[in-house]
Nanobody
Framework: VQLVESGGGLVQAGGSLRLSCAVFGGTFSRYWLGWFRQAPGNERVFVAGIARRDVNSDYADSVKGRFTISGDTAKNTVYLQMNSLKPEDTAVYYC?????????????????????WGQGTQVTVSS
């Protein structure tokens, strides 16, 4: 299974970006999916997650109301729409996929729970 992110870039504070993560080599509807981010010197942290087959989603408190995660089964792609961006959103963003979770509706929030990772895409928000 291979995950390929795209859509990162440089944007001014208050702007928007949409990240995409294409999933290759597996059955998209099987996976629990998530977005994480890692700023320099910091740990990789949970941003947003979506349960298998889109039945549920959840967000980190820092992005609630500004970011939206969604999946497109026809395109084997998960998206992260980011609005009202802030300088503190600057980080490398990673998408991840997991093959197992306790329930279909479970949102996985720990890096160790995921089996596959993309290479990351840089998001830089200028003030």
């Amino acid at each position: 299974v291979q995950l390929v992110e795209s859509g990162g870039g440089l944007v001014q504070a208050g702007g928007s970006l949409r990240l995409s993560c294409a999933v290759f080599g597996g059955t998209f509807s099987r996976y629990w999916l998530g977005w994480f981010r890692q700023a320099p010197g910091n740990e990789r942290v949970f941003v947003a997650g979506i349960a298998r087959r889109d039945v549920n989603s959840d967000y980190a408190d820092s992005v609630k109301g500004r970011f939206t995660i969604s999946g497109d089964t026809a395109k084997n792609t998960v998206y992260l729409q980011m609005n009202s961006l802030k300088p503190e959103d600057t980080a490398v963003y990673y998408c991840a996929a997991a093959e197992q979770a306790l329930f279909h509706s479970t949102i996985l929030k720990k890096t160790v729970e995921y089996d596959y990772w993309g290479q990351g895409t840089q998001v830089t928000v200028s003030s």
